[in-house]
């Protein structure tokens, strides 16, 4: 008897990933097995999607599917869901490497590698037996935005080649042997004042700059020291187009 794709929830807070699903569902005929919800503050172009909360709704999900995946999902599992389902996470970091908040701000901050893992949920974060890995190149030129772009492009490459196998139970997981490095949001938010009497190389100040250089976000920032009001800075890298493709 062929294998049948199990009952599945996606909670995604991005578009481009929704985007990628809608197609893979059509594609595959996943209509009746396939849900995409989000989180109660998703962007504006999710809200017409359900919103499903973690922290009320847990029990209610875990009787309703049979597998649960975060896609770019900004809510903690709780153990209520992932004691009773089986939960993946697809994370834009390497784990061990880059586990939790903004890994691409640390690949970038502390020299650590770029990519992806898709893994199980456990009661840590980003911390549950791995399914996939991904390496992907990190040029000097990335900012914050580049290198996450081009993380999501590669996780929706591997989802559309790979999400049946999901539904279907088709891989296996190996647990990681390190703990590696965990990054919490207030991790993140330290590095956004920007001390104007501090020292240091050049290649120093830019990789902090390009590491919270994000279009949209006002990160990095310093106080005038006149008025003592906010000034925002990021940076913006253009290499020279050439050189660039013939290292791409």
Known sequence: ??????????????LAIYEALKAISGENGLHDRLSVMRSPRSPTALQHLQAVDLKTDAATIAEQFELII?????????????????????HPGLNPDTRGWYPQVW????????GFTVHRIDDQLDHGAIIYR???????????YTAYQRVLAAEIHWMQ???MRLLLGDYTAEAMQETGNLFLKRDFNALLEIDLQQTGTWQSFIDHLRSVSFPGYRNAWFLDPETNQKVYLS???????VNRESKS
């Open 107 to 114: 690949a970038i901050l502390r020299g650590l590698p770029l």
């Open 1 to 14: 008897m062929e294998p049948h794709p199990r009952r599945t929830l996606v909670i995604t807070d991005n």
């Open 161 to 163: 080649q790979n999400l």
């Open 70 to 90: 975060s896609a770019h999902c900004k809510q903690i599992f709780p153990a209520v869901l992932h004691n009773r389902r089986e939960c993946i996470n697809i």
């Open 134 to 144: 991904q390496q992907l190149p990190l040029h000097a030129w990335d900012t914050s």
């Open 235 to 241: 940076i913006h890298l253009d290499p020279d187009s």
